[in-house]
């Protein structure tokens, strides 16, 4: 039995040759590589679980040099892997044969900011920590924040939809972004880099754009709504004893916290059944720290919450945020992990975890559940000592179908890539995936967009 992951075939794209170097050497000189030992980490993804085997990357500096790579690859007939900060979860950013990878890394600059709408415009490869830098400098902040905040790019959070500890709060990048420029597969260049809140000429085509996962379009510039940033932050690190008492103390935090919440996160542990991450972002300390003081006190008299710990300084705030972030970079140490990313009604996500634990018994190393509580959004991942097709044959498809009867998604916030391609019947219907073909097949006919990726091996 083939796994639904596995690559297929190889497609029949061109082979790249010395003419096409020269060409590209011509368009990007000095930024056109070939060196194996620096192709390296390009062609392996963050988790080290898909390798390509691409002979060049590419890396543009401007929208006219990535117009001229799409074009001529378009008329070549040579497939292109759009990367980022290669951060992503789903195997989608890297090659899976000898797909041409095309880096944004250079395309790192900001175009504009208005300190009066707080609209940022810049391109597609600036980095979201670096971003983050220079709003909090002009007194504003980044809509999102993830836990690879240090790496990946705007462009790459844009491409897959990222969610993020801030998701509570600022909401998606769908309603956030305001425009977007993007290459086409041919060449074209579509400028529909809005820097407007209210715009109804005809149909979103950005929305087109945001979470395809680089099977539609390159994205090489974005304009961004950002909030201002908050006054008054507060941190909270609660332990709890079970995910009863947890949701429980989310609606508590809800009805008293109110308008200063903005993130409430979940992590499951070893040495207490749960520890959770609240935080509140205001304009006014006084006021919201006694809020937190009051909901905190509720919390522990109604036994909600066993203990926990306050911050209001920058460096314990920090710390206790990175005990949550950190989660998927320590269980790496672990050997092999099987990653799900899914959303439920928020009162089931955490019956996933369990159910997955006695019906995988010894087999799995660990079974561990974290995420984002306050969108209802479970990480589930299971890890062994190394690769377990064995343990895989268990997961899959029992994780799918468990949430496809629950009119779940299988992918929240991370896409579908390479890995999850074939999944998506379980939470979309066939006449959705048909018409995501036609998309498809509308704006990158040869199909040279990041194949094998997102669409599903019967629909390309
Ligand atoms: P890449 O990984 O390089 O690419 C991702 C996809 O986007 C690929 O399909 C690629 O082809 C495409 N792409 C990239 N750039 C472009 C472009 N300019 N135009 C068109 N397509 C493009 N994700 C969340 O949603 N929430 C989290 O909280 C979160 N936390 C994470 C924490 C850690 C430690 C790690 C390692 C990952 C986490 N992720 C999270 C996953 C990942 O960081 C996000 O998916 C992120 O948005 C990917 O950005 P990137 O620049 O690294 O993109
Ligand atoms: C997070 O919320 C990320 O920490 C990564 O989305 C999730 O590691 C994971 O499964
Ligand atoms: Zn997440």
Redesign the pocket.
């Known amino acids: 039995k083939v796994s639904p992951s596995a690559a297929p075939q190889r497609l029949s794209f061109s082979r790249l040759t010395q003419d096409d170097l020269a060409f590209f050497k011509k368009v990007l000189p000095g930024r056109t590589v070939t060196d194996p030992d620096l192709l390296e980490s390009s062609n392996v993804d963050?988790l080290k679980s898909v390798k390509g085997s691409s002979e060049v990357l590419l890396r543009p500096e401007t929208t006219e040099e990535v117009s001229q790579i799409l074009s001529y690859c378009y008329s070549r007939n040579l497939a292109i892997?759009?990367?980022?900060?290669?951060?992503?979860?789903v195997g989608?950013?890297v090659p899976v044969y000898d797909e041409i990878i095309l880096s944004?890394a250079q395309m790192n600059k900001i175009l504009g900011f208005d300190s009066v709408s707080g609209i940022l415009s810049c391109q597609?490869g600036c980095v979201l920590e670096n971003l983050s830098l220079y709003l909090e400098e002009r007194d504003f902040i980044m809509p999102l924040d993830?836990?690879?905040k240090g790496?990946?790019?705007i462009?790459?959070?844009i491409?897959?939809n990222?969610?993020?500890?801030r998701l509570l709060r600022y909401g998606s990048l769908r309603g956030t972004v305001l425009g977007l420029e993007v290459v086409l597969a041919d060449g074209r260049v579509l400028d529909c880099l809005n820097k407007l809140r209210k715009d109804n000429t005809g149909y979103d085509l950005k929305q087109l754009f945001i979470g395809s996962?680089?099977t539609l379009?390159?994205?090489t510039a974005v304009s961004i709504l950002c909030p201002p940033k908050p006054k008054s932050v507060n941190v909270v690190f609660l332990g709890c004893e079970s995910f009863q008492k947890l949701l429980q103390t989310f609606q508590l935090c809800k009805g008293m916290l109110g308008e200063i919440l903005s993130a409430f996160e979940f992590l499951d542990s070893e040495y207490c059944p749960f520890y959770i991450v609240i935080e509140t972002s205001g304009s006014d300390s006084t006021h919201d720290e006694e809020k937190l003081h009051n909901f905190l006190e509720k919390a522990m008299t109604s036994s909600l919450v066993a203990d926990g710990t306050v911050a209001t300084e920058d460096a314990k705030m920090k710390t206790l945020w990175s005990m949550r972030e950190r989660v998927?970079?320590a269980l790496t140490h672990e050997g092999f992990t099987y990653k799900y990313d899914i959303s439920l009604p928020v009162e089931q996500i955490y019956q996933l975890v369990t159910d997955m634990r006695s019906h995988l018994g010894t087999q799995a190393k660990s079974v561990v559940g974290y995420g984002h509580v306050g969108d209802g959004n479970v990480h589930l991942n299971v890890t062994s000592p190394a690769k377990d097709p064995a343990l895989l044959a268990s997961i899959e498809p029992f994780v799918y179908e468990w949430t496809a009867q629950r009119q779940g998604s299988i992918s929240a916030?991370?896409?579908l890539?390479l890995k999850k391609r074939n999944c998506i019947y379980y939470s979309k219907g066939r006449p959705a995936v048909a018409l995501m073909g036609d998309i498809k097949a509308m704006l990158d006919p040869k199909g040279i967009l990041?194949p094998y990726?997102t669409l599903p091996d019967d629909v390309r």
């Open positions: 963050w892997t759009p990367q980022g900060g290669n951060t992503g979860l989608g950013s944004t597609a993830l836990g690879s790496s990946c790019q462009g790459g959070n491409a897959t990222a969610g993020g500890l996962e680089g379009g390159v994205i998927t970079e916030e991370h896409g890539g990041n990726k």
